[in-house]
């Protein structure tokens, strides 16, 4: 089991010790062009996580090859870059740019206005072009994750990453909201049952490996994430309280596998879909 963060929940370049204490860092999205991103105010706290409308800020993909890449490989740990656009052919140029890195294909950014194209039309495009590894990042919001999975693994995804933020909105004392743009991506701890559903639905749909996340905090989080299906976990807005989290989570992992009477994450892997399951094929009374 891979613990990873979420991407645009560190920056790897100010806090390279952070980084190097998982097992693959994960960039901000990349877009072809800049982007500076939506006006402030840009993010929100509410009673059980934070709402953030980024908007996909960056350096774009010329300025990220040319300086972030090259000083992201010096830190030593493996690299995973999200990439992002808005059609198939400017995700498929990135990722044919990219060299020797897992790629993970944000699919779902709920703070931009223009529409991607299809995912599978994405990651078909982007299978074309580059050998390295793909991950397809979904959004919680599909309404058929079955479904949607089934295409991008038959487009030649690797793996799957989810979920991506909810969309939601919070309100100031006057009634108007938080955030200048409305609404923004929901993450943090309310995200974890939506979370686990949907790596649930996920693993009903494919033997592809899936980085799960969504409100992760502790290692019973990490733990629960695998009953449900995922074979690697990333923490993202746990990383802005405590910078310290993938040590203490592979700690409380530990403590949570001793508890349960096992020896790796691997035996908890798909146990809550397994019981799922059973009580499905039990006979009805
Ligand atoms: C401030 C912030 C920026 C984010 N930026 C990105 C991004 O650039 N690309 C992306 O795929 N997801 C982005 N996300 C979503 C996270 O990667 C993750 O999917 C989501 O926050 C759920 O996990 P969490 O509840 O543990 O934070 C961002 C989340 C936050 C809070």
Known sequence: MLLLNASGCLDALTAPDVARSLDAFVTKTVTPEPRAGNPPVRIAETSFGMLNAIGLANPG???????????????????????????????????AQLGDVTIELNLSCPNVDEAPESGAEIVRACREATASPLYAKLS?????????????????????TMINTLRGVALDPHLRPSLARGAGGYSGPALRPVALAAVMAARRATQL?????GG???????????????????????????????????DELAGELEKLGFDDPGDAYCAALESVASLENSPKS
């Open 216 to 250: 992760v905090e502790t290692g019973r989080h990490v733990l629960e994430l695998i009953a449900c299906g995922a074979t690697d976990v990333a923490l993202g807005t746990v990383l802005f309280a405590d910078s310290g989290a993938p040590a203490r989570v592979r």
């Open 140 to 160: 919680p919001h599909s309404w058929d994750i079955g479904e949607t999975v089934r295409a991008i693994e038959a487009a030649g995804a690797d793996g799957l």
């Open 209 to 213: 490996p899936i980085v799960g996340m």
């Open 61 to 95: 993909r010329a300025a990220f090859l040319r300086d972030t890449l090259p000083r992201l490989r010096e830190i030593g740990v493996p690299l995973w870059v999200s990439v992002g656009g808005f059609a198939a052919h400017e995700f498929a140029e990135t990722c």
